[in-house]
């Protein structure tokens, strides 16, 4: 394409009233639909190519590509939409590009149109250049370029444009792949309570990798947009948490985060095929002719017949299979003349460098197999240059006797699903590189490591000698998982998961502490003669810090503290599993009760002297800091904390991976010696608490939950030492999480800025 001069590109203004009218003319040329909410695909590209001849005539024809026909039955559903770039559009004149329009909106399709520059920039450029090759572990192949990052940045806001244009309340907005991360945040900034779903179908790296791209917060961000982020394997799932972590500070239970009080989702969904579809070719009487002709045609009687079919990409690991096919003929030349590879190679960003490169890379070493081992009557290799219809693949499927894919790093690859359905319920042997996605379902495949290349040498060796029985007994299982679990199955399970999400988002809204709710809190608390108040002290009344020394009360919650303690109706108290001497340093002037070590101490506002509740042995601590120290020396950041009555490992300014490690390991050395020495082992916020097993918050609460003179019970907490508290307090009691994740309380507050508001309400009505 061409790139304008600059005189020529329109101004940002311009170009933003350009957009708006493009997309409010494409909105109303889509049919309106009926008012129920709809499922609004969002992709690079449409499910349908626009071709137009000499005279002007628009023919529309389905895409064959794998998310096209993913997503094909979903989006036929009457009143459903796809958006995507129109890419030949923009080079039409404009009675032309209406007409495309035209024919796109009566298939439900709406197009979104680029300027030339900014359409290079962010396909060629920032997707494809830098986001394709780093994702794939290929950094050598990044470029990192300013100008192309801002363009991918305009062309995500221009998708938004058109999603914010026909969205209506209630639908669904799934967002695909890599050269759209910026966008469910853009819609979830224009439309906050919309259902966006979004699904990466590459790999998504390791926090190492990741952490190159100079805009890595950016594109995190973008993701968290959505409710629900699908990937095609679990390993991607626990890379982009990872990232998570490290890049913006979230942490996740199960996969679940919460992203600005908002619950969001990461999960596995690995995309199938349509299983019939391919099965039901590879039968027809058409199909098996052609499997016929070419299984017994020029050069391929009597051999055994291996396929590969690949797109033209770096990532695929072509040029490392011709090496293997090459060295197995030198060490084995009793398969000479008896085994060809078919080598069928996608054309693909033809006009890329580096890809050229590749081509010429793959063409040589073509030329050097067949040159050093045909002869008049064999050629070792069948080598094509093209794309195939439909019928031609799956002739090729059913005619060949194994399957080499193994790519240097593939998100899924649909390749190897569908050869195994043009054999369904028979043989054929399936050599599956562990590096693709869909090595995690296709266990019984003959698997390898594609840079090991004495192991791919001996899996070919094994799988032109397997018994035909045992290709089928390996290739049952795969079958029937493959035809459970197809591209349908895979979308509806992802939309199920992505009302789940939404549900349990409405779930945790209910249980916030809304206005209503606070202010029934607030006239019981007006109304009631004596008020019990129990309240957290680290991550309830304060914020959280690397270094627990440093979070001193502000004077500002001395004065709320002083307020509330100083009224003769209210008995407040700090339960804290700080020790008794910080709290005392910091609240000893304050008319507050205080309990330290999670209620092992206590001592009441009128500053008498500091009980034990009952007595505790410390006899077991020199055996068990002896354990936590080395793990001190072995994990940079951490540091031992010794109580009175407890042993704290803290790990807040640890890594989180290196941590996460670490306390498994503890766990496992400790769990089991300390439950016959009556000791616990208490997971906190960032620590990990050895403390013998009496000592908790709820049995500290209890002398409050049980004095009946109290009305009026409030408990709040953070952690899960808060929710022995929690769980003891009597029904009527208002008992508050601060924080996201499960709890036993009844209500939630986001963050110890809200819980101190409330706070603030209540010293008002003590006033």
């Not at 895409?63 to 026909?69: C, D, N, V």
């Not at 498994?664 to 208490?682: H, Q, T, V, Y």
């Not at 499960?742 to 706070?759: C, G, I």
Request: charged share 25%; proline share 5%.
């Amino acid at each position: 394409m061409s790139t304008p001069s600059t005189c020529e590109r329109p101004s940002a203004e311009r170009a933003a009233a350009g957009r708006r009218t493009r997309t409010a003319t494409q909105a109303q040329a889509l049919p309106s639909g009926p008012a129920a909410s709809r499922q609004i695909i969002v992709s690079n590209r449409l499910p349908y190519r626009v071709d137009v001849d000499e005279s002007g005539e628009v023919s529309v024809t389905r895409s064959s590509g794998g998310l096209a026909t993913a997503l094909g039955p979903l989006h036929e559903r009457s009143g459903n939409l796809w958006i995507g770039w129109a890419e030949d559009a923009g080079e039409r004149d404009a009675a032309v590009a209406v007409r495309m329009d035209a024919a796109l909106a009566e298939r439900a399709c709406m197009p979104i149109h680029l300027e030339e520059d900014d359409a290079a920039l962010y396909y060629e450029g920032f997707s494809n250049s830098t986001l394709w090759p780093l994702f794939h572990g290929f950094p050598q192949n990044t470029h990192f370029d300013q100008k192309a990052w801002e363009a991918y940045v305009r062309v995500n806001e221009r998708f938004c444009d058109a999603v914010v244009a026909v969205a209506r309340p209630g639908d669904v907005v799934w967002v695909q792949d890599y050269h759209l991360m910026l966008l469910p945040s853009l819609v979830r900034a224009a439309v906050p309570e919309a259902q966006v779903g979004f699904f990466l179908h590459i790999p998504f790296p390791d926090y190492e990798t990741f952490r190159m791209l100079p805009w890595r917060a950016e594109l995190v961000h973008g993701v968290l947009g959505a409710d629900l982020i699908g990937f095609h394997a679990y390993d991607y799932v626990r890379h982009f948490l990872s990232s998570c972590r490290r890049i913006a500070g979230l942490e996740n239970r199960t996969g679940t985060l919460t992203v600005e009080g908002r619950l969001v989702q990461a999960d596995a969904f690995p995309l199938g095929i349509d299983y019939e579809r391919f099965r039901h070719a590879a039968l027809e009487p058409a199909a098996q002719v052609a499997r016929s002709e070419f299984a017994d045609g020029a050069g391929h009687g009597g051999c055994k017949i291996m396929l590969s079919v690949e797109r033209l990409d770096y990532s695929k690991g072509v040029p490392e299979r011709l090496r293997a096919y090459r060295a197995f003929l030198s060490r084995h030349p009793e398969w000479r003349g008896r085994v060809v590879l078919v080598l069928v190679t996608v054309p693909s960003r033809e006009n890329v460098a580096s890809y050229q490169a590749l081509k010429a890379e793959i063409d040589e070493l073509v030329g050097q197999v067949n040159g050093e081992f045909a002869t008049l009557s064999w050629t070792p290799i069948d080598y094509y240059y093209r794309s195939l219809a439909f019928e031609s693949l799956v002739a090729l499927y059913a005619a060949s006797d194994v399957m080499l894919v193994t790519p240097l790093r593939d998100g899924m690859n649909l390749v190897c699903k569908e050869y195994l359905a043009c054999h369904d319920g028979g043989g054929g042997v399936l050599v599956l590189s562990e590096m693709a996605g869909a090595a995690y379902e296709l266990q019984e495949a003959l698997t390898v490591n594609p840079f090991d290349q004495e192991g791919l040498i001996r899996a070919i060796e094994r799988a032109l000698t397997m018994p035909e029985d045992e290709q089928r007994r390996r290739n049952a299982p795969m079958q029937q998982r493959l035809a459970r679990y197809t591209s349908q199955k895979w979308s509806c399970e992802f939309l199920d998961a992505l009302a789940d999400v939404k549900s349990r988002q409405e779930a945790q809204r209910a249980r916030l502490l809304g206005p209503s709710t606070a202010q029934r809190l607030l006239d019981a608390f007006a109304a009631a003669r004596r008020r019990a108040i129990l309240l957290d002290y680290d991550g309830t009344l304060m914020p959280f810090c690397d270094d627990p020394a440093q979070v001193r009360p502000d004077r500002a919650l001395l004065d709320l503290l002083c307020r509330l303690g100083s009224c003769e109706d209210n008995a407040v108290v700090v339960v804290s599993g700080r020790d008794k001497d910080t709290l005392e340093k910091w609240l000893g002037d304050v008319p507050v009760g205080l309990v330290a070590e999670h209620g092992a101490w206590l001592c009441d506002p009128s500053r008498g002297a500091w009980r034990l509740q009952e007595p505790l042995p410390d006899g077991w601590k020199d055996g068990v800091r002896t354990v936590l120290t080395d793990f001190v020396d072995r994990t940079p950041g951490s540091f031992l904390e010794e109580k009175d009555c407890s042993l704290v490992w803290h790990y807040r300014a640890c890594s989180p991976e290196v941590a996460e490690r670490r306390v498994i390991e503890i766990k496992g050395m400790l769990s089991d010696s300390l439950a016959d020495r009556g000791l616990a082992l208490m997971d906190g916020n960032k620590v990990v608490e050895v403390k013998p097993r009496g000592a908790n918050k709820g049995r500290a609460a209890h002398r409050w939950f049980a004095d009946p003179s109290y009305d009026f019970l409030l408990a709040a907490g953070d952690d899960r030492t808060d929710e022995d508290v929690f769980e003891t307090a009597p029904e009527g009691a208002w008992t508050v999480h601060v924080g996201d994740g499960p709890t036993a309380a009844r209500f939630a507050l986001k963050s110890p800025y809200e819980m101190r508001e409330l706070l603030e309400a209540l010293a008002r009505r003590s006033a």
